[in-house]
């Protein structure tokens, strides 16, 4: 039973456009999400964090939008570079240490 | 250099044999995780550290032994390897700035079992 899922296993957006990254959840009692990006033969790096008691966070051309009563999360990247492409990961988090991992979305940008 | 690190990088072993994948980092931090990573599903976590000699079950823990006797190190031992367990396995620490938590990840190690 996947609690956190990513329904797009794959995007593709033009250079300087907007990427849009979709999560949905399941367990009412996380309160703590979390974005990552992974490359090819790399560790996942953390992106951009939120809590539960906010709608929205923002760091540099990436924003992090929750809506709890619709259990989704999505990742905005403005404007989108050749350098984004990876796969992302969007986690969440009951307490603060068990986290659990959707299964990724690989983004592709095309210059 | 402070960071994450993972060791072996690759493994290729035998089912049934015993093997230990080495985690260690240079920040102090309390918290440390490992994780397994199989398409489809994700990254799903094995076990966990809050702190040296305290360490308790994540989601696949079944196959799995960990141990933290210093703060700086979190082996994963596979006591008797399957073919199961063959999978990109991550180690992670997590550092607290204020009421955020990031989990920083090591490079990973993959690991096949024949």
């Known amino acids: 039973d996947q609690q956190v899922k990513q329904n797009s296993p794959s995007l593709s957006v033009q250079e300087g456009r907007i990427s849009i990254l979709n999560c949905d959840y399941t367990n009412s009692m996380f309160d703590y999400f979390l974005w990552y990006k992974k490359y090819p033969a790399e560790g996942p790096t953390f992106l951009i964090s939120?809590?539960?008691?906010?709608d929205k966070n923002e760091d540099g051309r990436f924003t992090v939008f929750l809506n709890k009563s619709a259990k989704h999360l999505s990742l905005h990247i403005v404007p989108s570079q050749p350098g984004d492409s990876a796969v992302y990961f969007c986690a969440a988090s009951e307490g603060t240490y068990k986290y659990i991992f959707g299964t990724g979305t690989r983004l592709k940008v095309l210059a | 250099d402070a960071g994450i690190t993972q060791s072996p990088r690759y493994k290729i072993t035998e089912t049934g044999r015993q093997v230990t994948l080495m985690c260690h980092q240079t920040w102090s931090h309390s918290y440390m995780f490992w994780y397994r990573q199989d398409l489809g599903h994700g990254l799903r976590l094995i076990y966990y550290?809050?702190?040296?000699?305290?360490?308790d079950k994540g989601e696949v823990p079944d196959g799995y032994v960990v141990s933290r006797s210093k703060t700086e190190n979190f082996p994963l031992t596979l006591e008797s390897a399957t073919r199961s367990q063959t999978s990109v396995y991550f180690c992670?620490?997590?550092?607290?700035?204020?009421?955020?938590?990031?989990?920083?990840f090591g490079p990973g190690t993959r690991l096949t079992v024949t």
């Open positions: 550290s809050a702190a040296a000699d305290i360490t």
């Open positions: 992670a620490s997590r550092r607290e700035i204020g009421y955020s938590y990031e989990q920083y």
């Open positions: 939120i809590s539960s008691i906010k």
